[in-house]
């Protein structure tokens, strides 16, 4: 514990994923003093691979991240397993404290801590979540194009997510549950050739790891091969509510706000990834914490330089300076 309290950091970034590893990359290569701290649970753990991203697409995540510590390492950062229970502000900046007891003090901070989805209480989705259970044509779509998708409406915003599934096969299937569909959305699906089953959707059907159909409270079954769900995606952020971070409310989460480079509204703060942009694939994450690196950078370098300007101008007068 000792040699995580020695000296004051000048960033703890606390998330180890795409955009907290991108961000501690950029620091590293700026010579800057960067720990990040990772409690090991990414969000895309399910899933077989990461799709979408430039020169890397279909990689699993575990070697993407795996990678990217490498790099950071590399560059003499600083990983810590651990898990970020408060902070806390200090003359200097921040206080971070783990569960372990651990206190990291650093100059600034950076949220890349992510979201946790939150699932529909239906049986089956949890089990096969990243794999047969998706909510992101984007990542998952062309795995799954030519099969039949069935699209569970468990938020009124599922309904849109069967616009954009159509892209990728010509059998999308609506169940519907609870909700009563508006007329415009009616005359959308029926333009799209997409089925709408009435009635509440009681589980999946699973055989041998794989979804083979949807249950009904009525005891029909609906054969398809993949189900979309619209999840909530909240931003982690209770470690933080002590230094004034809290999260904004969305219809579909909530995450936490700041401007177009990743600051917050509380000075010497900053956030990244799907903490900030809820929608972000892996790409788009690791190049908004590469942003809010660079942006730290610039403020570090400002205020390093008016520190060394205010101790040139307190410093005796050396002989001959005046004359």
């Known amino acids: 514990m000792a040699e995580h309290t020695s000296t004051i950091r000048d960033v703890v970034v606390v998330g180890g994923g795409a955009a907290g590893l991108s961000a501690a990359l950029t620091l590293a290569r700026a010579r800057r003093a960067v720990t990040v701290v990772d409690a090991g649970k990414p969000r895309n753990a399910p899933a077989g691979g990461v799709h979408g991203l430039l020169a890397l ?58 979201l946790v989805d939150e699932l529909p209480d239906i049986p089956g989705v949890r089990e096969q979540w990243g794999h047969d259970v998706l909510h992101c044509p984007f990542c998952h779509g062309w795995e799954v194009r030519d099969r039949r998708i069935g ?49 509440r959707v009681a589980r999946l059907e699973i055989d041998d790891g794989r979804v083979r159909g949807v249950r009904l409270d009525d005891g029909r079954i609906v054969a398809v091969d993949a189900v979309v769900v619209a999840t909530r995606m909240v931003a982690r952020t209770g470690p933080f509510a002590g230094i004034g971070i809290e999260p904004t409310r969305h219809p579909a989460g909530a995450f936490v706000e700041s401007d177009a480079f990743g600051k917050t509204a509380v000075p010497g703060v900053w956030v990244a990834g799907n903490a900030s942009d809820i929608s972000a694939q892996v790409s788009g994450a690791a190049a908004e914490g590469a942003r809010a690196a660079q942006q730290i950078i610039a403020d570090l370098v400002m205020d390093d330089l008016d520190r060394a300007v205010a101790a040139r101008a307190d410093a005796p007068a050396t002989e001959g300076e005046g004359r």
């Open 57 to 114: 697409d279909g990689v699993p995540p575990a070697e993407l991240l795996a990678r990217g510590r490498d790099e950071v390492l590399g560059y003499g950062g600083e990983i810590v397993t651990g898990e970020v229970v408060d902070v806390s502000c200090a003359s200097y900046g921040f206080m971070v404290v783990l569960r372990d007891g651990a206190v990291l003090p650093t100059r600034r901070l950076l949220i890349a801590t992510g």
């Open 151 to 199: 699209v569970l409406v468990t938020d009124p915003m599922a309904v849109h997510k069967a616009f954009l599934f159509r892209q990728w096969s010509s059998e999308v299937v609506l169940f519907a549950g609870d909700h009563t569909l508006e007329p415009e959305e009616s005359v959308k699906l029926d333009a799209l050739d997409v089925p709408v089953i009435a009635g």
